[in-house]
């Protein structure tokens, strides 16, 4: 069974930092991709990063780009967000998801882990 746990999220001042973590089990690590979902009340549900474990690549979206970073540790079978320079509008529940291939999990379609609130204060 897939399992996917979040953690790291928290509320943080503006311009701040925080790391969420992803720890995986219940399929074959390195063979998926892992990403990173968020949803603010009255928001779409946005696809915020992604890393293909098979070969390292990564996607961000605009709303991030140099600001976030997404990294895997296959020895730890987790996924961390480097989440810096924070702005209010990154207040939302975090979400990550797995998926055999990156366009599958950047369509939301794979499994979900349970969230962690980031909440960034102005």
């Known amino acids: 069974e897939v399992q996917l746990v979040e953690s790291g999220g928290g509320l943080v001042q503006a311009g701040g930092s925080l790391r969420l973590s992803c720890a995986a089990s219940?399929?074959?690590?390195?063979?998926?991709?892992i990403g990173w979902f968020r949803q603010a009340p009255g928001k779409e549900r946005e696809g915020v990063s992604c890393?293909?474990?098979?070969?390292?690549?990564?996607y961000y979206a605009d709303s991030v780009k140099g600001r976030f970073t997404i990294s895997s540790d296959n020895a730890k079978n987790t996924v961390y967000l480097q989440m810096n320079s924070l702005k209010p509008e990154d207040t939302a529940l975090y979400y990550c998801?797995?998926?055999?291939?990156?366009?599958?999990?950047?369509?939301?379609?794979?499994?979900w882990g349970q969230g962690t609130q980031v909440t960034v204060s102005s």
């Open positions: 998801v797995t998926a055999p291939t990156a366009g599958s999990v950047l369509s939301g379609f794979g499994s």
């Open positions: 219940g399929f074959t690590f390195d063979d998926y991709a």
């Open positions: 890393i293909s474990n098979s070969d390292g690549s990564t």
